[in-house]
């Protein structure tokens, strides 16, 4: 057997479909679980230590992976992680995933630490999207919730995005007893710059298990606050349905706002994500208990053969097919997932 490409899944046809009618289209690919600072929200202060080079996912078997996705309906990938910048040629990654015909979207989320020296290859290689995570213009905030210095490298890393071609947007998370006062400021900064800000709910994800209702600070509320000092929210004509984030304009058209509230108004019926970790595993939810081994398949280490495209496909299906109905943050018997944020790929 061969690893090369199978030619009887040459057509794109929407195969990633779950036992509730929901039709797979966006897949999040996380690229590495290391990370240059430490948010408090997402990783333990102290990281006994990241996946060495040989657990993760090879580029070659991510740009695999990809190619059948595609045939199979998915037609936007994310890369993420950990920090997906700190993965050694990222760019390379990126080029190889632009020349798959009907991909249509390559994003990215990164906090920005280390964009302003990658931007022009990333732009260069074919990216697309960017997110740039930012909580805070206050420095002695930003270290409080990172746990590092380094505010000024964001802003830089932001900025260079927004002169780039990519589309770019803000992404913030407020916690209320550290950086709700930034919501307002940051509010200014991105309509200053002209791009969208997304405010993204603090979810049950944090290493530390940390995680408590009293932090989250509820879309509804930033609505509130945002309308009272800007005026009136008009709701964004192309908000996608299968969009996590509620899209609003302002009056003025300048900049625009999004609320991503998976805990306060989930949108789980609505989910077209399935997700690769970095150690090569599918997951079907941020909160779901299982992991389906595609690594194990496409890079086996004890000697049998190479796996062929259907068998990539058929182990996507298997885990989109077992995916619940909803997260279930707000049940009694809730549990977070064994793994955090920056483990299984934001
Ligand atoms: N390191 C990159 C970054 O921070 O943008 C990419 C990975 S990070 C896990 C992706 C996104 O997840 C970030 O915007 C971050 O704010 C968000 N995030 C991390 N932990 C979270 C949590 N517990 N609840 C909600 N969002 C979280
Ligand atoms: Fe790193 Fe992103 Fe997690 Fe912050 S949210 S610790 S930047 S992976």
């Known amino acids: 057997m061969t690893n090369s490409p199978d030619t009887s899944l040459n057509r ?22 290391a990370c240059n600072i430490r948010c408090k929200y ?54 190889r995933l632009s020349k798959i015909d009907g991909l249509l979207q390559i994003a990215l989320t990164t906090n920005g630490m280390l964009l ?28 409080q919730i990172s746990r590092r210095e380094g505010l000024d490298l964001v802003l830089q890393g932001l900025r260079a995005a927004v002169t780039s071609p990519l589309n770019v947007r803000v992404n913030a998370l407020l916690l209320r007893d550290i ?6 400021p940051l509010v200014e900064f991105a309509r200053e710059l002209g791009v969208v800000i997304r405010f993204i709910e603090f979810m049950p994800l944090d290493a530390n298990r940390s995680w408590s209702q009293s932090q989250v600070v509820p879309g509804s509320e930033v609505r509130q606050m945002v309308q009272q000092r800007f005026g009136r929210l008009i709701p964004s004509d ?10 609003y304009l302002f009056e003025d058209r300048v900049g625009g ?26 997951r079907n939810c941020l909160f779901g208990s299982q992991e389906w081994d595609v690594k194990c398949l496409l890079e086996p280490t004890d000697g049998s053969r190479p796996c062929t495209d259907q068998e990539i496909l058929a182990i996507a299906k298997a885990c989109v097919e077992k995916k619940h109905a909803s997260h279930g943050i707000s049940k009694s018997d809730f549990q977070p997932p064994d793994r955090a944020m920056y483990q299984i790929g934001g």
């Open 42 to 95: 997402c990783m333990p202060e102290n990281v006994a230590g990241f996946l060495p080079q040989n657990r993760l996912l090879k580029f070659d078997s991510i740009d695999r992976i990809v190619s059948v996705l595609v045939k199979a309906g998915i037609n936007k990938v994310r890369l993420t992680g950990g920090e997906p910048l700190m993965r050694p040629n990222l760019w390379e990654l990126i080029r």
């Open 238 to 247: 192309s908000t996608d349905p299968s969009q996590p984030s509620r899209d």
């Open 116 to 143: 302003s020296d990658q931007i022009d290859r990333l732009v260069q290689s074919g990216l697309t999207h960017i997110n740039v995570s930012l909580d805070t213009l206050r420095e002695p905030a930003f270290q």
């Open 12 to 33: 794109i046809a929407p195969e990633l479909i779950d036992s509730f009618g929901r039709v797979h289209t966006s897949l999040r690919v996380s690229v590495t679980d």
């Open 179 to 184: 950086n709700l006062q930034d919501c307002l």
């Open 257 to 282: 706002i999004g609320f991503i509230s998976p805990v306060s108004e989930p949108f789980c019926s609505s989910c077209n994500r399935l997700r690769l970790t970095a150690d090569g595993k599918f």
